[in-house]
């Protein structure tokens, strides 16, 4: 199906226009002339001091260089080899849950067969 509609070209390219611009012009208008304190910084380094107590360095340091995107990649690779071992147990259908009856130790099957020897020899 081919669109010859010139009205709908025109708005079409309108549309393109108008978000280049917006794209091109907005992000130096919209830049923080500060960095943004985070949750460690704002809260609990005020609650530390407020105690008398200093503000430590991490355990495990995450800031520096790449270790955080390392981490996040382990936890990846372990989730995706977790998912696909059980891929087929998660993504078949199951059939549904019968319960035996209080009398019974086990069902017969299509056969007749009880499924133990002892009592497939007697029929």
């Known amino acids: 199906m081919r669109i010859q509609n010139s009205k709908f070209k025109i708005q079409n390219l309108?549309?393109?226009i108008l978000l280049l611009t917006a794209f091109c012009l907005l992000p130096p208008m919209i830049s923080a002339g500060e960095?943004?304190?985070?949750?460690d910084e704002s809260v609990i380094e005020?609650?530390?001091?407020d105690h008398g107590r200093e503000a430590k360095e991490p355990l495990i340091n995450t800031d520096q260089g790449d270790l955080l995107l390392f981490v996040f990649l382990l936890a990846?690779?372990?989730?995706?080899?977790?998912?696909?071992y059980y891929w087929r147990t998660l993504t078949e259908k199951r059939?549904?849950?019968?319960?035996?009856?209080?009398?019974?130790?086990?069902r017969?099957?299509?056969?007749?067969?009880?499924?133990?020897p002892r009592t497939d020899k007697a029929n």
């Open 95 to 106: 059939k549904p849950f019968v319960p035996l009856s209080p009398g019974r130790l086990c």
């Open 14 to 16: 309108g549309i393109i």
């Open 76 to 84: 990846g690779v372990v989730g995706g080899f977790v998912g696909g």
């Open 35 to 39: 960095k943004w304190s985070g949750v």
């Open 46 to 49: 005020k609650y530390a001091n």
């Open 108 to 116: 017969k099957s299509v056969h007749g067969s009880t499924g133990s």
